[in-house]
């Protein structure tokens, strides 16, 4: 690194070394992994896995300049499916003649019926839908992606207007950076053509370091014209009994006991429990292809390799621990989260 110079050729290898690009030195320089880290995640504590790939992964110099590619990566069982940015614009606006399209970008979990309930939202007032799943791994809990493109497909094709919505991988991961990837992830929807980005609660986000619509008011410090995209925020979606259907706390005036949360990591860990979740936040053509690339996550600090059954009730069903049924009466005393069993989530 130190016999490096300004204005020298470097050439980048992939992991079996074959060369992949070029880069063309214009800065060589030092920095500090604290502040990247506070700027970036927003914390400097490492049990953030951003954080600690910082400090676990990344070394003490860095490299600056421009970049020549030499080849285009093959994205193996998603090349057939792959779309760039000259692709989606041409088909959006060329072939299919769209005034605007919605973009939507997801990471780890197979399609829900909240995604549902957004995508449908945008379809009754935008021309078209592009939804680009993300398929680098970015925790090894998270369902196989073969296995969660398919099940997009499928419902895409039972549930969605043909010709209006297209799916298309994203061959990127989630870094976790919470507010500020959703800003990035705004502009990656409007480098491929499309008009309006589609955000949810918490986008991004990984466990307690990010406030849940973080994802949301980080638009406010930027002006509209400045983005160059419009940004559609969604609040979060779930199934009230009592209205029998999916809604938000925007439109559905009911309490908690009637209502079914719409968790993508209850139901994942739902799945890695063998059980199918409700119809009424997943769709069964969508759970029955996603059971199939659940995949073990290894131990936890616990050495479990499995979340406690508690936590998934309490993801999806939280009225559980003080009544025992939707709408139902009081329970005499709580429910302990921590004692339930697999039968209570059956």
């Known amino acids: 690194m130190k016999s490096l110079a300004i204005g020298e050729e470097v050439t980048l290898i992939d992991e079996k070394r074959n060369p992949i ?36 992964r990344m070394g003490d110099t860095a490299l600056g300049g421009s970049l020549k590619l030499l080849g285009r990566m093959d994205w193996g069982p998603f090349e ?15 072939g299919k003649n769209f005034r605007s399209v919605a973009g939507f970008i997801t990471g780890a979990n197979p399609l829900h019926r909240g995604h549902e309930f957004i995508h449908k939202n945008a379809l009754e007032e935008i021309d078209g839908l592009l939804i680009q799943p993300l398929v680098e791994m970015a925790k090894r809990e998270y369902t196989r992606h073969e ?39 705004a502009l990656i ?11 949810g609660r918490d986008h ?61 990591t209850g139901i994942r860990e739902m799945l890695r429990h063998g059980i199918l979740p409700p119809k009424e936040i997943i769709r069964p053509e969508s759970a029955r292809i996603a059971i199939q690339g659940i995949q073990s996550k290894g131990l936890d600090e616990n050495d479990q390799s499995i979340s406690p059954v508690g936590q998934t009730i309490k993801a999806i069903f939280p009225f559980y621990s003080e009544r025992k049924n939707l709408g139902g009466l009081k329970r005499s005393e709580p429910l302990d989260w921590d004692s339930l069993t697999k039968r209570d989530l059956e």
């Open 147 to 185: 296995f969660r493109m398919l099940s997009y497909r499928s419902v895409l094709d039972t549930y969605y207007p043909k010709g209006r919505s297209m799916l298309s991988p994203l061959r990127v991961t989630y870094i976790f950076a919470g507010p500020r990837e959703t800003v990035l992830h």
């Open 21 to 56: 690009a070029i880069l063309t030195l214009n800065d060589i320089f030092s920095y500090d992994r604290e502040y990247r880290a506070s700027q970036l995640f927003g914390t400097t504590d490492r049990n953030h896995p951003g954080v600690d790939a910082i400090y676990r």
């Open 80 to 94: 057939k499916l792959r779309l760039e940015p000259k692709d989606t614009w041409k088909m959006f606006y060329e």
């Open 189 to 199: 929807m409007k480098n491929y053509g499309c008009t309006h980005a589609l955000i």
């Open 204 to 264: 991004a986000g990984i466990g307690e370091f990010y406030d849940k619509y973080a994802s949301h008011t980080v638009f406010d410090e930027f002006d509209p014209k400045e983005l160059g995209i419009a940004i559609r925020l969604f609040h979060e979606v779930f199934h009230c009994t009592r209205c029998s259907n999916l809604a938000t706390g925007q439109s559905c005036p009911h309490d908690e006991k009637y209502r079914v949360h719409i968790s993508g």
